[in-house]
């Protein structure tokens, strides 16, 4: 999944940051209680401005991820 992730972030060329919150740790924890990450995997695509943009249970095709991840970079 961490290799998936870091492909994705080298695409966006720095302009969205990746977040993997292992729910087991405190902060991780944290994370998922602030943004109701129940159940697990969820993938939650924040705007600039932090607000939810996406939000998808289970395991995505990264076709729809990047999908997701362009509208939203595209939103400025």
Same mark, same amino acid.
């Given at each position: 999944m961490e290799s998936a992730v870091l492909a994705l972030e080298n695409k966006s060329?720095?302009?969205?940051?990746f977040v993997i &919150?292992?729910?087991?740790?405190?902060?991780?924890?944290d994370l998922a209680r602030q943004y109701d990450v129940?159940?697990?995997p969820r993938f939650i695509?924040?705007? &600039?401005?932090?607000?939810i943009a996406?939000?998808?249970?289970g395991p995505q095709p990264r076709e729809k991820l990047d999908s997701y991840i362009a509208e939203v970079i595209n939103r400025k």
């Open positions: 060329h720095g302009q969205i940051e &919150a292992d729910v087991n740790t405190p902060e991780g924890s129940y159940p697990i695509i924040l705007d &600039a401005k932090g607000n996406y939000s998808e249970i």
